[in-house]
């Protein structure tokens, strides 16, 4: 029985087997079956078969038909759908940025709301192919990892018995963030919260901790 705070270790559980399965699908562009997913990530098939259909429903992944070898059921392959990025592709913007960052310091020291507003709006931007049902809490943390993605982060899910936690490593704010951090961590919490409210998910974010780590800042999330 787990006491008040603690995370549900079938949640935690999820969100990771769930990612590794995606970034398994996005390293072999020509897909993969179950059972290779199963033998690379050290899963058993059927949960494989479980996490495929959950991405599968939020649209991250597609199957199609492989042509047989041998007599019988002929195989499915799975794919990674294209990032949530109606670019299709990462663009720098760090120049902008640090421009942004400066007169947004300039005019509201202090004040995240406004750059914590147009993350939101950021999120509303990236997130406005979407479309489906409500992903539950292991659904919505993989889209949220696969947003943060297509537009340069490196998020990293971890978890323990008490905490829902996801590491943003390789920020690509990175410059700007280290002389105007206010400006883009609020802009980065925006984006969050966006993304999770454009997903109608049951997960909340709790706090973000810039540079929590060498390795970038960690955001922690709970289950609502």
């Known amino acids: ?16 087997s769930r990612v590794r399965v995606l970034r398994a699908l996005r390293d072999s562009p020509e897909g993969l079956g179950v059972h290779e997913l199963a033998t ?8 494989v078969r479980f996490h495929l259909g959950r991405l599968e429903e939020d649209g991250l992944v597609h199957r199609e038909v492989a042509h047989p070898s041998v007599p019988g059921r002929p195989p499915l392959r799975f794919t990674a759908a294209p ?12 120049a902008l940025a640090q421009v942004l960052a400066d007169v ?6 202090g004040s995240p709301e406004l750059t914590e507003q ?20 292991a659904g919505a943390i993989t889209m949220l990892a696969e ?9 990293q899910i971890t978890s323990d018995r008490h ?3 996801m590491m943003q490593r390789h ?8 002389e105007h951090r206010d400006v883009v961590c609020s802009l980065q919490l925006g984006l969050i919260r966006g993304v999770l409210e454009r997903l109608g998910a049951p997960v909340e974010v709790t706090r973000l901790v810039p540079f929590a780590t060498p390795q970038g800042c960690l955001v922690q999330f709970t289950a609502t």
Do not use: K, Y
Request: net charge neutral.
């Open 1 to 16: 029985m787990r006491t008040t705070g603690e995370v549900d270790p079938d949640l935690t559980g999820a969100v990771s």
């Open 40 to 47: 690379r990530l050290g899963l058993h098939p059927n949960t």
């Open 83 to 94: 990032h949530p990025n109606a670019l299709g592709t990462r663009r720098d913007f760090r």
């Open 104 to 109: 947004l310091a300039d005019r509201v020291p």
């Open 118 to 137: 147009a993350g939101q709006a950021w999120a509303r931007r990236l997130m406005q192919a979407w479309t489906g049902p409500a992903p539950d809490a």
């Open 147 to 155: 947003a943060l993605a297509s537009i340069g982060f490196d998020p």
């Open 163 to 165: 905490q829902l936690s």
């Open 171 to 178: 920020c690509p704010f990175l410059e700007v963030a280290q």
